[in-house]
């Protein structure tokens, strides 16, 4: 599986869209993206995948770039309750096996 | 709310004690993974079931580890002589086979070995 690349931090205001980079420069052609957030204290949740098109759900928007050697999560606008560390992954489909790096730590503030 | 359930929350225990830990997973998920994780770090994969069938067990799962999932539904962790680098957080987590990368997380057993 690739690996990725994640800023250990970030801060973003309440209200503003929080984007939050993930570089997997070295993924291959049936590798997806995935997108995990812990909340301190919980289990992680999944937020959203992608393979080779943008994606959109009730949680966020994922923007891969054409060449896929990097994606953008994005929470249109981030609340208090988005603080929390995200995880990027890419994996093969059917693998089942999550490997988790050590995240970005986003920090929503009022 | 039908999600996963870990019990128990909180363990503490003594140096050379065993431990259970039990999961409940999301009930028509077949495929049922366990996880641990340390302060500051993200988790790291131990074992995973596709119902009864134990598929895969990493390196980090020593001699002391013990996963089962007996029928198919609820899977326990067992570790015998717990040793202080045991402290952690055990995830449990479940899917469907068909999407085996959206899993669904329990809430953790947080151990801590005295």
């Known amino acids: 599986d690739a690996k990725t690349t994640q800023p250990p931090s970030m801060d973003c205001a309440e209200g503003r869209a929080a984007n939050l980079p993930c570089n997997h420069s070295?993924?291959?052609?049936?590798?997806?993206v995935y997108w995990y957030r812990q909340i301190h204290s919980q289990g992680p949740q999944y937020i959203i995948h992608?393979?080779?098109n943008n994606e959109t759900n009730e949680m966020a928007s994922l923007i891969i770039t054409e060449d896929r050697k990097s994606s953008t999560l994005i929470l249109p606008h981030a609340t208090l309750r988005d603080t929390a560390v995200y995880y990027c992954?890419?994996?093969?489909?059917?693998?089942?096996?999550?490997?988790f790096g050590q995240g970005t730590t986003l920090q929503v503030k009022p | 709310d039908t999600g996963v359930s870990q019990d128990p929350r909180h363990k503490i225990t003594k140096r050379g004690q065993n431990v259970t830990f039990r999961c409940d997973p999301i009930?028509?998920?077949?495929?049922l993974y366990w996880y641990r994780q340390t302060l500051g770090q993200g988790p790291e994969f131990l074992t995973y079931?596709?119902?009864?069938?134990?598929?895969?067990k990493s390196r980090l799962l020593s001699d002391r580890f013990s996963a089962e999932r007996p029928k198919g539904s609820f899977s326990t962790l067992e570790i015998q002589r717990t040793e202080q680098g045991d402290s952690a957080m055990y995830l449990c987590?479940?899917?469907?086979?068909?999407?085996?990368?959206?899993?669904?997380f329990g809430p953790g057993t947080r151990l801590l070995v005295l």
């Open positions: 987590a479940s899917s469907l086979l068909s999407q085996q990368e959206t899993q669904y």
């Open positions: 070295t993924i291959s052609g049936n590798e997806y």
């Open positions: 992608g393979l080779k």
């Open positions: 992954i890419a994996i093969s489909s059917n693998t089942g096996k999550l490997i």
């Open positions: 009930s028509e998920h077949n495929r």
């Open positions: 079931f596709q119902n009864e069938a134990q598929l895969e």
